[in-house]
């Protein structure tokens, strides 16, 4: 999540706070460095311009005291500014019963999957009863991937042959069988354009929904703000909604969108599964991005993975092998990628050397299959993978023989490191989440 972002200004707070003394010299360079981080990962000017500013009228009247170097002032007051500028969260009103949520965005944004990721958000975590609604009619791809996905977590799907009838016949529906919110999936276009936003503005006089939320992919930069702007002057948006928040590449939009349109974001978009919808938190998204990790959104992760207690791995070290490595592998994955959980602990995006020693997804899965391509007599017991065995788990996964060794090599440099006599006195595994 905006990692590119996350490094140069860690990096910048690292100068900062070298700073042993604020003068307008020091001043003016800090609202230089931040001008152009900001210009660089493709922020809005004015948002630009705005941070800029707020920065500098506080830097420039800051009374100094002798507890707190101005290094740290420094970096608290941009901290404190980056989230200003995120603004507050925004909310789905929930005044009217049932109450009308209509998706907006273009095609490709994620409007499909997080109409059923907010479905199963309120039904799950707000014990609200949700109806999904298909009404993008132009295309049967969509109305199938939102039907699909209402099966996978079991929510009432409707739809009909326009639009409107749509909205009409859910509206009817939801009244009689007592459904608190009504989430329309809107027709969605490759780009803004004028046959799009009509259709969207007559929905709008004839439904008045309580909620237009806009989607948008935040991997778009400067386009998302475009974009955003489009809607905004056409139906009244009551919030947004960030996705594919989980990229790496650039994630200004976040802070562009709120100074641009004044739409508060209420979620992000934090991977392709249903569960990976996050509130928003403008707290919690600066200090992931300054490297003060997110200890609670790491506890929701573990929470909302389910826990399959039968395979819990046994807590002495000596029993543990290749079973019980996978069955964890599988677990931890649940919540998400390695390196971003990682991130989420205060201060682990600062330990380059840990980042690199960190397997990605790739390795991920070439680590599994080499252990799927063992017997299960291997895996408990992989002592006895001779030279041709491996050359077989090696072509039979798709890896090397060098990997399958490193993988047998670390194995083995486990098992050593916890048999070793002081390491062996009392240990424990600790209580992990996975089971
Ligand atoms: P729509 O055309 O706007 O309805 O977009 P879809 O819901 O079909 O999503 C387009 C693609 O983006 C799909 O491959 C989704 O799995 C993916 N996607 C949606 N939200 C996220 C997200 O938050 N993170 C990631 N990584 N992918 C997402």
């Given at each position: 999540?905006?990692s590119?972002?996350?490094?140069?200004?860690?990096?910048?707070?690292k100068k900062?706070?070298?700073?042993?003394?604020?003068?307008?010299?020091?001043?003016?360079?800090?609202?230089?460095?931040?001008?152009?981080?900001?210009?660089?990962s493709?922020i809005a000017?004015?948002?630009?311009?705005?941070?800029v500013e707020?920065i500098?009228?506080?830097?420039?009247?800051?009374?100094?005291t002798?507890?707190t170097?101005p290094?740290t002032?420094v970096s608290?007051?941009?901290?404190?500014?980056?989230?200003?500028?995120?603004?507050?969260?925004?909310?789905?009103?929930?005044s009217?019963?049932p109450?009308l949520v209509?998706?907006?965005?273009?095609?490709?944004?994620?409007?499909?999957?997080?109409?059923?990721?907010?479905?199963?958000y309120?039904?799950?975590?707000?014990?609200?009863?949700?109806?999904?609604?298909?009404a993008?009619?132009r295309?049967?791809a969509a109305q199938?991937?939102l039907?699909?996905?209402?099966?996978?977590i079991?929510?009432p799907?409707?739809?009909?042959?326009?639009?409107?009838?749509?909205?009409?016949g859910a509206?009817?529906?939801?009244?009689s069988k007592?459904?608190?919110?009504?989430?329309?999936?809107?027709?969605?276009?490759t780009?803004?354009?004028e046959?799009?936003l009509?259709?969207l503005?007559?929905l709008n006089?004839?439904?008045?929904?309580k909620?237009?939320?806009?989607?948008i992919d935040?991997?778009?930069?400067?386009?998302?703000?475009?974009?955003?702007?489009a809607?905004?002057?056409?139906?009244?948006l009551?919030g947004?909604?960030l996705?594919?928040?989980?990229g790496?590449?650039r994630g200004?939009?976040?802070?562009?969108?709120?100074?641009?349109t004044g739409v508060?974001?209420?979620f992000l978009?934090?991977?392709?599964k249903?569960?990976?919808l996050?509130?928003?938190?403008?707290?919690?998204v600066?200090?992931?991005i300054?490297?003060?990790?997110?200890?609670?959104?790491?506890?929701?992760?573990?929470?909302?993975?389910?826990?399959?207690?039968?395979?819990?791995?046994?807590?002495?070290?000596?029993?543990?092998?290749?079973?019980?490595f996978?069955?964890?592998?599988?677990?931890?994955?649940?919540?998400?990628p390695?390196e971003e959980?990682?991130?989420?602990i205060?201060?682990?995006?600062?330990?380059k050397?840990m980042?690199?020693m960190?397997?990605d997804?790739?390795?991920m899965?070439r680590?599994?299959?080499?252990?799927?391509?063992?017997t299960?007599?291997?895996r408990?017991?992989?002592?006895i993978?001779?030279?041709?065995?491996?050359?077989?788990?090696?072509?039979?996964s798709?890896?090397?023989?060098q990997e399958?060794?490193?993988?047998l090599?670390?194995?083995e440099?486990?098992?050593?490191?916890?048999?070793?006599?002081?390491?062996k006195?009392?240990?424990?595994?600790?209580?992990?989440?996975?089971?």
């Amino acid at each position: 999540m905006l990692s590119d972002f996350s490094e140069k200004i860690q990096s910048l707070f690292k100068k900062f706070r070298g700073y042993g003394k604020l003068t307008e010299k020091e001043i003016g360079e800090i609202c230089r460095d931040i001008r152009l981080l900001f210009l660089e990962s493709d922020i809005a000017l004015s948002a630009t311009k705005k941070i800029v500013e707020e920065i500098k009228n506080r830097l420039s009247t800051l009374e100094f005291t002798t507890e707190t170097s101005p290094g740290t002032l420094v970096s608290n007051i941009v901290r404190e500014e980056l989230i200003n500028l995120l603004g507050k969260p925004g909310n789905i009103d929930f005044s009217e019963k049932p109450t009308l949520v209509m998706m907006v965005g273009i095609q490709g944004s994620g409007k499909t999957t997080t109409s059923a990721k907010i479905a199963n958000y309120f039904a799950t975590k707000e014990n609200k009863k949700p109806l999904l609604v298909g009404a993008d009619v132009r295309r049967p791809a969509a109305q199938l991937q939102l039907e699909k996905l209402s099966q996978q977590i079991k929510i009432p799907f409707f739809t009909d042959k326009d639009p409107f009838l749509a909205c009409e016949g859910a509206l009817n529906l939801a009244r009689s069988k007592g459904y608190d919110l009504i989430i329309v999936d809107t027709a969605g276009r490759t780009h803004v354009d004028e046959e799009l936003l009509d259709e969207l503005k007559t929905l709008n006089e004839r439904f008045q929904p309580k909620n237009n939320i806009l989607v948008i992919d935040s991997m778009m930069g400067q386009e998302a703000t475009k974009v955003a702007k489009a809607f905004f002057n056409t139906i009244p948006l009551t919030g947004a909604i960030l996705t594919k928040f989980d990229g790496d590449a650039r994630g200004g939009a976040a802070f562009s969108l709120r100074e641009v349109t004044g739409v508060p974001l209420i979620f992000l978009g934090v991977g392709e599964k249903i569960q990976n919808l996050e509130k928003f938190d403008p707290v919690r998204v600066v200090n992931r991005i300054v490297g003060m990790g997110d200890i609670e959104g790491l506890i929701e992760r573990v929470s909302d993975i389910k826990i399959d207690t039968s395979k819990k791995p046994p807590e002495e070290i000596e029993k543990w092998n290749f079973d019980t490595f996978l069955e964890s592998m599988r677990q931890i994955r649940k919540m998400g990628p390695l390196e971003e959980l990682l991130s989420m602990i205060p201060g682990f995006s600062n330990i380059k050397q840990m980042k690199n020693m960190i397997p990605d997804e790739k390795q991920m899965k070439r680590i599994e299959a080499v252990m799927l391509s063992m017997t299960p007599k291997e895996r408990k017991k992989p002592e006895i993978i001779d030279a041709s065995r491996k050359r077989r788990i090696a072509k039979g996964s798709g890896t090397s023989i060098q990997e399958v060794n490193q993988l047998l090599k670390q194995y083995e440099m486990f098992k050593k490191m916890f048999k070793s006599k002081n390491l062996k006195k009392g240990i424990k595994l600790p209580n992990f989440p996975i089971g």
